[in-house]
């Protein structure tokens, strides 16, 4: 089994950055992933990264203020956000161990997850 523990999250003003911290048991599987949600609306994809080799993966992204990272030495995987926007209001997730293929981004696909942090935008 593994467990995710998310920390890092808190209320910004419109510009501001944040690290998110997902420490985990282990890196179980190939593939750990971001998600956010916004209570009433679905699960959105973030970012991913191949646990194996640290390649990142943004398909739902067209700007560079994410970055997805990992430290396999401490079993913890990282979002760095920037130039964070009020729409970036959301609780942010991490999850492991994809299960299947597919959208690497469809949460579906994810066997763990942690309790989730909030990040919150301010104008």
Partial sequence: QVQLVETGGGSVQAGGSLRLSCRASAFAGKVMAWFRQTPG???????????????????????????????????????????????????????????RGGDILDATLYRYWGQGTQVTVSS
Avoid: W
């Fill in 41 to 99: 609306k679905e699960r959105e994809g973030v970012a991913a990264i191949f646990t194996g080799t640290g390649l990142p993966s943004y398909p739902n992204l067209k700007e560079g203020r994410f970055k997805i990272s990992q430290d396999s030495a401490k079993n913890t995987l990282y979002l760095e956000m920037h130039g964070l926007q009020p729409e970036d209001t959301a609780k942010y997730y991490c999850a492991a161990d994809l299960v």
